[in-house]
């Protein structure tokens, strides 16, 4: 049974670009969320979804970021007109049920923004 | 929303015990308390989790008070692939959403 899988590992993209990020949750769970971790620093929650909904954005940005986990495919974090300051490591996890904080993280996709 | 509290950083001795305490002094009845582990470039790993008294598997054990106020999480004879970010992570439910909130995290550098 595979892990929570992310992909790219590394993405580099250039200021104005747009940067897709995705997450193929383990196998049997429906529960998503995203986070971001600059530099030496903790992680910060974004968004949390369940299949076809987005149940908690309260960490997203108001602009620019989007975020969904269709019936089929991987999860997708959408960053747009990326800028510098988007530059972290983007963190997926997955979980089996509301309320469980077992939940279990992918490797991580490092943006860079040039 | 239930914040958690821990020591920024611990030194420690390859063979010591460690343990880490998080204080969480709003956390919700259905809050179950996990701690995870994060290596460089990694993503977190999944140590321990309780809900109350003591949780002990083979890579650490959890105390919890009766008041659930806060929790600790022992390491036993830590070696040098010890040094990690350990996080205290305390579940918030709302209906039927859920929100992991991780805190800053305890930076455990363990020497020779």
């Known amino acids: 049974n595979a892990g929570v899988m992310q992909n790219p590992r590394h993405l580099v993209r250039r200021r104005g670009q747009e940067a897709r990020l995705r997450c193929s949750p383990m196998k049997g769970h429906s529960h998503v969320y995203w986070y971001r971790q600059l530099p030496e620093e903790g992680l910060k929650f974004m968004v949390y979804?369940?299949?076809?909904?987005?149940?908690?954005e309260s960490g997203m940005p108001k602009e620019r970021f989007s975020a969904e986990f269709p019936k089929e495919g991987p999860s997708i974090l959408r960053i747009q007109q990326v800028v510098r300051g988007d530059s972290a490591a983007y963190f997926c996890a997955s979980s089996g049920t509301a309320g469980n904080t077992e939940a279990f993280f992918g490797q991580g996709t490092r943006l860079t923004v040039v | 929303l239930a914040k958690t509290t821990q020591p920024i950083s611990m030194d420690s001795y390859e063979g010591q015990e460690v343990n880490i305490t998080c204080s969480h002094n709003?956390?919700?009845?259905?809050?179950?308390i996990t701690w995870y582990q994060q290596f460089p470039s990694q993503g977190p790993r999944f140590i321990i989790q309780g809900y109350k008294t003591k949780v002990t598997n083979e890579v650490a054990s959890l105390f919890i008070p009766a008041d659930r106020k806060s929790s600790t999480l022992s390491l036993p004879r830590v070696s040098l692939s010890d040094t990690a970010v350990y996080y205290c992570l305390v579940g918030v439910t709302t209906g039927t959403a859920s929100k992991l909130t991780f805190g800053t995290g305890t930076r455990l550098q363990v020497m020779l």
């Open positions: 979804l369940q299949k076809e909904n987005i149940i908690d």
């Open positions: 709003n956390i919700a009845t259905n809050d179950y």
